[in-house]
């Protein structure tokens, strides 16, 4: 089956400090991926969708400069949180779509980042 | 995107079957239904799909009635295993790319 990782799954940073992530699909190309972010006993909030060569969108209220994603491949996106601040302490999910799936809507999603600052 | 409404939490025993109703009122004519199943600190697990009328594989049914305006998840015989948030999406299938939008989900939890 696809499958996403992300990396890594969990790190603790310095407020201040800038926190990247990666979200790969290993056994299929993803045109399009999403990031997520999820606070504690709360549902999945979209933050922004990645097209393979093309800017990110970012969903409303998602500042493009503090969330940097960068889609360069077809099987790797990045999340760079910039200056981290303790707020920004959540749980950080991507998804990758699979296009021409046995089903249209198929949409994998990765086993998740903890990211704590402190 | 069509929005939909599904029970905060439910509490079940082993062995006993647990329906999870949601409703999506305003699901458009080529929306799809899907269901996902979270495990603490861990992504959304793909549970079951379905268009119309009733879906099953291996771990769970998906009834949806002739309105499709809600879809019913069935899983037969749950174990304590089973305990997660379950999330209902609705989305366009005729999309580039797919915009889930993720309600509160349901929050089962299966005791001994």
């Known amino acids: 089956g696809a499958v996403v990782s992300q990396h890594p799954s969990w790190v603790i940073c310095k407020s201040g400090t800038s926190v990247k992530i990666e979200c790969r699909s290993l056994d299929f190309q993803a045109t399009t991926m999403f990031w997520y972010r999820q606070f504690p006993k709360q549902s999945l909030m979209l933050m922004a969708t990645?097209?393979?060569?093309?800017?990110?969108?970012?969903e409303q209220g998602v500042e493009k400069d503090k969330f940097l994603i960068n889609h360069a491949s077809l099987t790797l996106s990045t999340l760079t949180v910039t200056s981290a601040h303790p707020e920004d302490s959540s749980f950080y999910i991507c998804?990758?779509?699979?296009?021409?799936?046995?089903?249209?809507?198929?949409?994998?999603f990765g086993p998740g980042t903890r990211l704590t600052v402190l | 995107l069509a929005k939909t409404t599904q029970p905060i939490s439910m509490d079940s025993y082993e062995g006993q079957e647990v329906n999870i109703t949601c409703s999506h009122n305003?699901?458009?004519?080529?929306?799809?239904i899907t269901w996902y199943q979270q495990f603490p600190s861990q992504g959304p697990r793909f549970i079951i799909q379905g268009y119309k009328t009733k879906v099953t594989n291996e771990v769970a049914s998906l009834f949806i009635p002739a309105d499709r305006k809600s879809s019913t998840l069935s899983l037969p015989r749950v174990s304590l295993s089973d305990t997660a948030v379950y999330y209902c999406?609705?989305?366009?299938?005729?999309?580039?790319?797919?915009?889930?939008?993720f309600g509160t989900g349901t929050r089962l939890l299966v005791s001994p």
């Open positions: 998804s990758a779509s699979a296009p021409g799936g046995v089903l249209r809507d198929e949409q994998f």
């Open positions: 305003n699901i458009a004519t080529n929306d799809y």
């Open positions: 999406l609705v989305g366009d299938m005729n999309t580039g790319f797919q915009k889930l939008v």
């Open positions: 990645s097209n393979e060569g093309s800017k990110a969108t970012y």
